[in-house]
């Protein structure tokens, strides 16, 4: 089993729908969690941490929590042209270690 | 100013050179890493320096050999380049904030090695 898993995609959306990205880790210490959004050619940015169970919005963008499942959500509202990229997720292990996942493809269609 | 700069952004090599890139921030964090992204856009972690400390070391040949003089700078030299080498690597930094937490990974824009 991967250690952060993400479906590689490409996840398609419409402009104005909700885009949907889910993440999956192994490690169950792990207690710090962030998604990352990575334009082609560029290096990834941070789109949103989060630390505690449950849902952490940021304008369009909320990241969910769930320690018990061992599963991360990023959830995009009004999703724009713009927001096309990859996302990772990324979560920091027990270990120190900061594991990414292959990330997702999000195209969003005008 | 530029959070993470690496130098240089573009290197073209031949098989069995040896190497060098340069990272640095200017964001007072106390710890910085190496990543490689290859071409299947997998970023995966290296090496990682706490105070100037090596507290991560993944499985990398030892071709590979990352210095950190001051907490600012993390070198990454490669020493006999092969093929498979070719990739992105980019340099990140980031502030411990307590036990199991880490603050946000501030990266820098890449260096594309290419072995050829």
């Known amino acids: 089993q991967k250690e952060v898993e993400q479906n590689s995609g490409p996840l398609s959306v419409p402009e104005g729908a909700i885009a949907s990205l889910n993440c999956t880790y192994s490690d169950r210490v792990s207690q710090s969690f962030f998604w990352y959004r990575q334009y082609s050619g560029k290096s990834p940015e941070l789109i949103m941490s989060i630390y505690s169970n449950g849902d952490k919005e940021d304008g369009r963008f909320t990241a969910q929590l769930n320690k018990a499942s061992q599963y991360v959500s990023l959830l995009i509202r009004d999703s724009q042209p713009s927001d096309s990229a990859t996302y990772l997720c990324a979560v920091l292990t027990g270990g120190f270690k900061t594991i990414f996942g292959a990330g997702t493809r999000l195209f969003v269609k005008a | 100013d530029t959070a993470v700069s690496q130098t240089p952004k573009y290197l073209v090599t031949q098989m069995g050179n040896d190497k060098s890139i340069k990272c640095e921030q200017n964001l007072g964090h106390d710890t910085m890493y190496w990543y490689k992204q290859d071409s299947k856009k997998f970023l995966k972690i290296m090496f990682s320096?706490?105070?100037?400390?090596?507290?991560i070391n993944e499985t990398v040949p030892n071709r590979f050999s990352p210095k950190s003089p001051d907490k600012a700078h993390l070198n990454l030299h490669i020493n006999s380049l092969e093929l498979g080498d070719s990739a992105v690597y980019f340099c990140?930094?980031?502030?411990?904030?307590?036990?199991?937490?880490?603050?946000?990974?501030?990266f820098g824009p890449g260096t594309r090695l290419t072995v050829l």
């Open positions: 320096y706490n105070n100037k400390e090596l507290i």
């Open positions: 990140a930094s980031s502030h411990r904030i307590s036990s199991g937490r880490e603050s946000t990974q501030y």
